[in-house]
């Protein structure tokens, strides 16, 4: 009793962490979610005229990003030029409105892409995949 006793811990043997090879390759993880389209619903059938997407937004977008809409009408196998917004919605041009008489299928995608140096842009989130029918005129 009142004695002081000294007992020793054993020492920690150190372990090595693994030195990087260099050959390891980053996993990339997208930036946001696909973004939830809102207009037109999967499936919808739109009257002829002038068609507005829509979709609400991911968050605030880094320097650099934008939406990348793509668009194709199945029914003609006309693939559309991209469209890059920082809106949450793009109107469609008019001369994509099908004029031949029959209900043309429409699939649209939309992403969160990153403009590189060249000018193009590379998919950092999700891509959200939707069709219409858009009636023509």
């Known amino acids: 009793v009142n004695q002081c006793v000294n007992v020793f811990l054993p020492t920690v043997t150190p372990t090595l962490s ?6 390891e390759t980053p996993t990339s993880t997208p930036t946001y979610i696909a973004p939830i389209v809102s207009y037109p619903a ?3 059938l739109v ?14 977008l880094r320097q650099g990003e934008a939406y990348l809409v ?6 003609s196998g006309v693939s559309y ?6 809106q949450t919605s ?4 008019a001369d994509m409105i099908p004029t031949d008489g029959q209900t043309h299928l429409f699939q649209w995608s939309i992403s969160v892409a990153q403009q590189n140096d060249q000018g193009s842009y590379r998919i950092v989130s999700g891509l959200a995949t939707r069709t219409f029918q858009w009636q023509s005129r």
């Open 70 to 75: 793509q668009v194709t009408d199945t029914t």
């Open 47 to 60: 009257p002829a005229g002038l068609l507005r997407l829509q979709w609400v937004s991911v968050g605030v």
């Open 42 to 44: 999967e499936g919808a």
């Open 18 to 23: 693994p030195t990087p090879s260099g050959s």
């Open 90 to 93: 793009i109107l469609l041009p």
């Open 81 to 86: 030029p991209n469209q890059v917004t920082l």
